[in-house]
C-alpha cells in the first residue's frame, strides 16, 4: 500500500509564504513525475507544479515565478515552497506521484490565503 503524506498547509495572510511537503511510503517501486495539485471550493482539481525523476519541471501560468518545485528521489519526497501568495491560491492541494504508470493521491492539505 502507497501512501502519500503531506504537511505544511495552513492560514498565511497575502503576499506572505508557505512550504508544502509530501513524502511517499509504502511499496513503491519506481516513482517517476511527483507532483502538486489543487482544487479550489466550486473549481476542478487543477496542476500547480510537476516534477520529473529527470527534474524537468512544469508550473502552471498562475504560479510561475512564485512557486517552486523540488524533489529528493533517495527520501521519497516532494517540496513545494509558495511565495507572494494571494486569496487566489487558496484551496486544498494534493501531492500526487505516479509509480509504474499508475497514480497515487496523498489525503489533501488546506491552504488558506487572507486578504
Known amino acids: 500500500q502507497v501512501q502519500l503524506v503531506e504537511s505544511g498547509g495552513g492560514l498565511v495572510h497575502a503576499g506572505g509564504s508557505l512550504r508544502l511537503s509530501c513524502a511517499a511510503s509504502?511499496?513503491?517501486?519506481?516513482?517517476?513525475?511527483m507532483g502538486w495539485y489543487r482544487q479550489a471550493p466550486g473549481k476542478q482539481r487543477e496542476l500547480v507544479a510537476t516534477?520529473?525523476?529527470?527534474?524537468?519541471?512544469t508550473y502552471a501560468d498562475s504560479v510561475k515565478g512564485r512557486f517552486t518545485i523540488s524533489r529528493d528521489n533517495a527520501k521519497k519526497t516532494v517540496a513545494l515552497q509558495m511565495n507572494s501568495l494571494t486569496p487566489e491560491d487558496t484551496a486544498v492541494y494534493y501531492c500526487?506521484?505516479?509509480?509504474?504508470?499508475?497514480?497515487?493521491w496523498g489525503q489533501g492539505t488546506q491552504v488558506t490565503v487572507s486578504s
Open positions: 509504502g511499496i513503491i517501486f519506481s516513482i517517476s513525475t
Open positions: 516534477i520529473t525523476r529527470g527534474a524537468t519541471i
Open positions: 500526487n506521484m505516479w509509480d509504474l504508470d499508475k497514480p497515487y
